[in-house]
């Protein structure tokens, strides 16, 4: 049964104690804390048959604990890590080694923080069950969807979770905790699911360096190896040509956690001056170097290195240059003393097309030493051209001295700046009346070679010089990029034209004789001119012509009106027309009847001339009173038609309402229609 860490007795169908454990004693085991967890692998079974008495930070469970509240004890627990290397599924037993214990689990992902941050980040949390139920425990398919709660062991509770989904390079951790204080132990498995825990890298040695004093050897491996199969005495190696003999091996790690990448080789005498291969054996425990999975090394592998004893060595290179640059890089084949390094960077002076003034040096410094020194300018250098950087003793009276207390000899290094550049660009234009033609243009100054236009966020280009088009009335977003493989730079601009022709005018399509013809220019654009032309009645050369008035004829008659738009500078024109419908009259008066035969005559029922007519309704009816068309609209007609369907010959009655424009008087008139067939 789980116990709550809090200060109250509850009374139920059974009774529990809750306490805080005053005899409780602190995890100092290692795997007994977050930060020291166990590595495990996929592949293995871990055997955990000894669990020291202790507790840790209480636990937050979800759905278990109070509101945002750590109450669950962490009472001799262990940890385990490892890493997600295919995204999956994740399966795993927790076997007990005896009947009726009872372990509990968590599963945390931990991915890009500190271990111990389980103790206060509740989200990382990703599953775990915390039955009261005896046996086997752990996540498996036919597993809950939820954490399992502290329960009564006497009763049947879930001791399994549904498997989680591991995501591909995330890092988790396992703890695996029992309330009680006697048990036997437990074994951990892994199985059953999707995902791949097992690093499939393949352990190699990696580099082999000698010290200066050519007695001390560190062995890089390429990934982590268990503590457990590094003998002290160093059997698992041995060195070929035999110049000395192997009398340790040691690790940093080992002493607070399980692996290690880094061993330090003692050897019985100093190394002369040669070309050597440290060679990996199995050792007097029969294995050479084991990774988390037990996977090992191949016996008889080897890695070659050189000693020679120590002698002055000079500056390898100067890292690559930036534009601009306001301090260089320099590398050294050796690691240099940092305590020799003048902090105000008089161990140099710098001489080239401009003045540079050195204003201080500095290293990554890690006990004392550096891999190599930062010189730092006073001022950027924008000047193209070649540079000598100088090394030479300091104002405290030394130059460099490398790791092995050599100092370095006097010795000038070159370095190369590039010019900067200025992406600042020219354009012509050939304006039209629809569209405008821009050709932009780069000068290519400062050994540009590289240039990147974008027009309107979309059209690319990467010439010196391109040529687009726009339309004439539009806000256009250019962006150049020009680089010279060193130094950049970006500019953007807006360019807005407004100088397009468009022609055009609304006016109606009906008049009465004894009305006038209004129009209305609606043109856009740089117009300097205009012409209309109102058929053969009159014309125009004024942007808004006053109203026309057209000849009575006593018969409906049709006229073309036509506007054109000039620019003349641009030396463009648009032009649009339109079609006048000069009425007969605007009396209106409805036929009598009608013969919707498709004959071209008289096929359509309406009322004539209601060009005037505001408020316009038109109904007609069957003999039965039935609806069989309507209208607003003075010009929509009946074709005879109700639904589709062709009316017979017959009788109908039309009523017409309407406001007269001219005397604003309301007018109601009926009457009856005749459609023949």
């Not at 945390?108 to 915390?130: C, K, M």
């Not at 401009?354 to 001022?379: E, R």
Request: glycine share 8%; charged share 15%; aromatic share 10%.
């Amino acid at each position: 049964m789980k116990f709550k860490r809090i200060h109250i007795i509850l009374f139920s169908i059974f009774l529990f104690v809750f306490s805080i454990n005053i005899d409780a004693q602190n995890c100092t085991t290692l795997g007994q804390t977050p930060a020291t967890a166990f590595p495990v692998c996929g592949t293995t079974t871990f055997s955990q048959t000894v669990v020291p008495i202790c507790s840790t930070n209480n636990l937050f469970v979800p759905g278990c604990s109070g509101t945002g509240g750590a109450d669950y004890e962490n009472k001799n627990p262990f940890f385990y890590k490892f890493t997600c290397y295919v995204g999956g599924t994740l399966g795993f037993v927790i076997t007990p080694l005896a009947a009726n214990e009872d372990y509990d689990w968590q599963l945390y992902d931990i991915t890009g923080r500190n271990p111990n941050d389980i103790f206060t980040v509740n989200s990382l949390v990703v599953t775990g069950n915390w039955s009261g139920s005896y046996g086997p425990t752990g996540a498996s398919a036919s597993g809950v969807n939820f954490i399992q709660c502290a329960s009564d062991p006497a009763q049947s509770n879930p001791t399994f979770a549904k498997m989680p989904v591991l995501t591909a390079g995330h890092e988790y951790l396992l703890m695996v905790s029992h309330y009680t204080n006697t048990q036997s132990g437990y074994t951990l498995a892994f199985g059953g699911g999707t995902a791949v825990i097992t690093d499939p890298k393949v352990p190699k040695m990696v580099s082999a360096k000698a010290d200066c004093d050519g007695k001390i050897l560190t062995l890089t491996l390429n990934k982590q190896m268990r503590c457990t199969s590094l003998t002290a005495n160093g059997s698992e190696f041995s060195l070929s040509p035999a110049a000395t003999t192997i009398i340790s091996a040691v690790t940093a790690t080992c002493s607070t956690g399980f692996e290690f990448t880094e061993i330090t080789i003692s050897l019985a005498s100093a190394l002369p001056n040669g070309t050597y291969d440290l060679v990996i054996n199995n050792g007097s425990d029969g294995n050479t170097l084991l990774d988390i999975c037990g996977s090992g090394i191949g016996a008889g592998e080897k890695i070659s290195f050189s000693y020679a004893a120590p002698q002055p060595i000079f500056a390898d290179s100067i890292g690559k240059i930036p534009c601009t640059p306001d301090s260089v890089r320099i590398y050294f084949p050796k690691k240099i003393s940092c305590a020799s390094i003048a902090s105000n960077g008089s161990d140099f002076s710098v001489t080239g097309p401009t003045p540079v003034t050195v204003i201080s040096a500095t290293g990554n410094c890690v006990n004392g030493k550096t891999d190599y020194v930062v010189v730092k300018f006073a001022a950027p250098i924008f000047t193209k051209g070649t540079y000598q950087l100088n090394l030479k003793a300091g104002n405290d009276g030394t130059v460099l001295i490398d790791e092995c207390g050599q100092e370095t000899p006097v010795q000038s290094l070159s370095f190369v700046t590039a010019d900067t550049v200025n992406a600042e660009y020219t354009y012509t234009e050939k304006l039209g009346c629809q569209r405008d033609t821009l050709t932009f243009t780069h000068n290519g100054a400062h050994d540009v070679n590289s240039w990147n236009w974008t027009f309107n966020n979309g059209i690319k280009a990467t010439t010196r010089v391109h040529t687009i088009i726009f339309p004439a009335t539009s806000t256009n977003n250019i962006q150049l990029i020009v680089s010279n493989g060193t130094c950049s730079d970006t500019s953007n601009s807006v360019i807005t034209y407004d100088n397009e022709v468009k022609a055009d005018f609304t006016m109606p399509s009906f008049i009465c004789p004894e009305d006038k013809l209004e129009v209305v220019n609606t043109s856009q654009g740089q117009i300097d001119a205009w012409k209309w032309t109102f058929d053969v009645i009159a014309s125009s050369t004024i942007k808004d012509p006053l109203p026309v008035q057209f000849p009575t004829i006593n018969r409906e008659a049709y006229y073309t009106v036509k506007l054109v738009a000039y620019n003349n500078t641009l030396g463009c024109t648009d032009s649009t027309r339109r079609t006048l419908t000069v009425l007969d009259h605007c009396l209106i008066a409805v036929p009598t009847a009608f013969t919707p035969n498709g004959d071209g005559r008289n096929d359509f029922f309406r009322p004539h001339n209601a060009l005037k007519a505001d408020n316009y309704e038109f109904k007609v009816y069957n003999r039965w009173g039935q609806l069989v068309f309507q209208t607003n609209n003075w010009l929509d007609k009946w074709d005879g038609k109700v639904n589709g369907s062709i009316q017979s010959t017959g009788v109908f009655v039309w009523m017409l309402r309407y406001i007269n424009r001219d005397t604003q008087k309301e007018i109601f008139e009926k009457g009856t229609v005749t459609l023949i067939r």
